[in-house]
């Protein structure tokens, strides 16, 4: 065996050489003191660079930290605060009005209860025009592809366009399968 | 502890367990030190950066992915971070990114004659000169010799951490090596 090169011999202290190069490598040393030389110094270079002394940390660096940490992200407590605060408020509104009329709480009461009244109905109106919207597109979208599955029937023959809904199926499945199992990129914001 | 355990502790943590996210800090907070120490050499800027990237990782906490190492992630933010530095710094960072044409073709050649550096080192004696000589390292270099021998990362592992071909980490961490040990034949 010639000489090896550097990145041979960091292979090789790396312990990244194959068995059979490493016996090969070390063949070779036995019977050249140059390389020899040049491996021993690899070695201590190396061992002296992953014995470096480490820095102190205060000892208390721990609590530190903890003590600065953010609340923990969680959208459910969010709407779980929401929701709770609105029934609180429902609830102490239904209370006030309980009372009766002679409170004088009972006019702010009912303005509230009212107010909430009209953004319930709002919103459940919105909700329904929503659907409806909802329900149009799709009756576009079957009255489309009908159209589209007649042109396709008169140009091609049925055979044919059931083995390309077949294929394009299963284009669909492995594109969706693809998105589910491709490997994510870390999210902490790329530098690059 | 085993990768596997640390994943426990993150899926604890994001349930509210906050001593289960503080046993990830004394887990880590030495080796992240270390990195910035060698990376930045100032002190309480470590200190500070150190900090700041288990409270990054903590607000991020739910968007970690099990199928990666906690401690590779964990140290692509510490990454991160320090480019940020770099950046404001106006350091050039070029040569972190980019990706030479020949980096993981050029074939060093062997010395014909260089003077022994163990001749002339005991092993303190060298500790002491290859952390003064680190400091001139360059800093693309640097990240990556500090994250193989002061980190133990991997080759994998730092190619995962800085998104480099594995074949790039090891050239760029051999240049480094021969960068600084060619440091300590000047005597």
Known sequence: MSCPDLTQIYAYLDGELTAEDRLRLEEHLKACSRCRQLVADRRLFLEASSSLPQPDLPPDFSERVMAWLPPLKSPVRVWLWLAGGAYLLFSLVVAGLALGTRTALFPVCLQIFKNLYNLAADLSSLIVRLIQQAYGFIKALRILAGVLARLLANVFPSGSLGLAALVLGGVMSLALLWMLLRPTNYPTGDKK | MVPDEDRILVGRSLKGDRRAFELLVKKYQQPLFNYFCRLVQEREMSLDFTQEVFLRAYAALHTYREKYQFSTWLFRIASNLLIDHWRKKKLPLVSIDAEPEDDEHRQPQLPDLEPSVSDN?????????????????????????????????????????KHLPVGTVKNRVFQAREWLRSRLEER
């Not at chain 2, 400091?135 to 193989?148: C, H, S």
């Open chain 2, 121 to 161: 080192y005991e092993k303190k004696e060298m500790m002491e000169r290859i952390e003064q000589a680190l400091g001139q390292l360059p800093e693309f270099l640097r990240e990556l010799f500090v994250l193989r021998h002061m980190n133990d990362f991997s080759y994998e592992e730092i190619a995962a951490i």
